[in-house]
């Protein structure tokens, strides 16, 4: 091979490499500006359940079993539920409680669906000034207690309601959530109390009996809704301001029912702002299930679930940018 034919083969093959290195280039140019000019979409800070409540007179009926709960809940959409033990009343004095769980575990199990919670109601006043009162209401949250653990939820959520003055009741309250969840702590199930009605219903008090409880299982179930403190012929005479009711039980939440009752033709909720109120749940650090309970008439409680879910999965992509 003389020089000049060595030259030559030599340019050539610096030309294939320069050649090859050019669309290296440009195909890794295409790549970063895809990835650039693609949109990652950024993961809510909380997570969606379904409140058994919401379906209470579909269940109530009789023409769907609360056995189908997880069923129906798999059945639009979600991953996770929350029962109501009220649901099960007749149930459980037909077949006995540890068969009501069984069959609700296999049901959960069947259908792929995370069991969060069961909302107790009916058991008995835990803030009773009655001591065998309390005691009754005691043991009749103890099976549910039980019945939480061996469903693989984390919490039961109770009521602390009681007769006598604001302090009393407090007290009173102290005393009964203390004792329950003393025993729940050996199960690891956390007890919930709800702004449910009467003192409950006053942020500043059930705040004030979480700080006086002082347990790490003891805790809140704050309701976007549920702030009347005192009702009259029907309608609510006195009301709990609901956004600075949720600020204050914020920071003993380990679960947060989203209340919905009506919206509006943009599909907002008609008497809850509910941007404002998933701040104030943003800004506590929580990141865990918000469970829908739609109480609404207007709507089908199909149709209201899902107008409720649609505005938390709005509001909640907003506040996660």
């Known amino acids: 091979m003389n020089i000049k034919q060595s030259i030559y083969n ?29 949109k990652v979409e950024q993961p809510m800070f909380f997570k969606i359940s379904l409140a058994q409540w919401s379906l209470h007179k579909k269940f109530r009926s009789g023409d769907v079993s609360p056995f189908d709960f997880a069923k129906e809940a798999h059945n639009l959409g979600f991953e ?33 669906v995370k069991n969060l919670l069961i909302m107790i109601d009916g058991e008995g006043n835990l803030a009773s000034n009655d001591e065998n009162h309390l005691n009754t209401a005691l043991e009749n949250h103890k099976k549910w207690v039980d019945a939480a653990k061996a469903l693989g939820c984390h919490s039961i ?3 602390a309601h009681g007769k006598g003055t604001y302090d009393e009741v407090m007290n009173q309250a102290v005393v009964g959530l203390t004792k329950l969840s003393e025993y729940a702590q050996t199960q ?13 219903s006053d942020g500043q008090w059930l705040a ?21 403190i005192k009702y009259k012929d029907g309608g609510c005479e006195e009301e709990y301001d609901k956004y600075k009711g949720v600020k204050e039980l914020m920071p003993y939440a380990k679960a947060v029912s989203a ?14 702002d509910y941007t404002r109120i998933l701040q104030t749940v943003k800004d506590a650090g929580y990141s865990g299930y918000i469970g829908i309970e739609y109480e609404g008439s207007r709507l ?22």
């Open 208 to 228: 004030s009996v979480m700080a006086k409880v002082n347990m790490p299982n003891c805790g809140t179930l704050p309701d976007f809704g549920n702030f009347c």
């Open 188 to 200: 690891g199930i956390n007890i919930l109390v709800e702004n449910h009605g009467g003192y409950t």
């Open 10 to 38: 030599n340019t050539k093959i610096i030309i294939v490499l320069l050649v090859l290195v050019s669309f290296a280039c440009k195909e890794t140019k295409e790549k970063s500006a895809t990835a650039v000019t693609k």
């Open 259 to 272: 209340k919905s009752y009506d919206f509006d033709e943009n599909g907002n909720e008609t008497v809850i």
């Open 157 to 159: 959520r109770v009521n």
């Open 80 to 112: 996770a539920v929350e029962y109501v033990s009220g649901l099960y009343k007749k149930e459980v004095e037909e077949l006995g409680i540890d068969e009501v769980v069984k069959k609700l575990k296999a049901e959960s199990e069947k259908h792929g």
């Open 300 to 321: 089908s409680e199909k149709d209201g679930i899902v107008a409720t879910k649609n505005l938390l999965l709005q509001v909640g992509k907003q506040l996660s940018k």
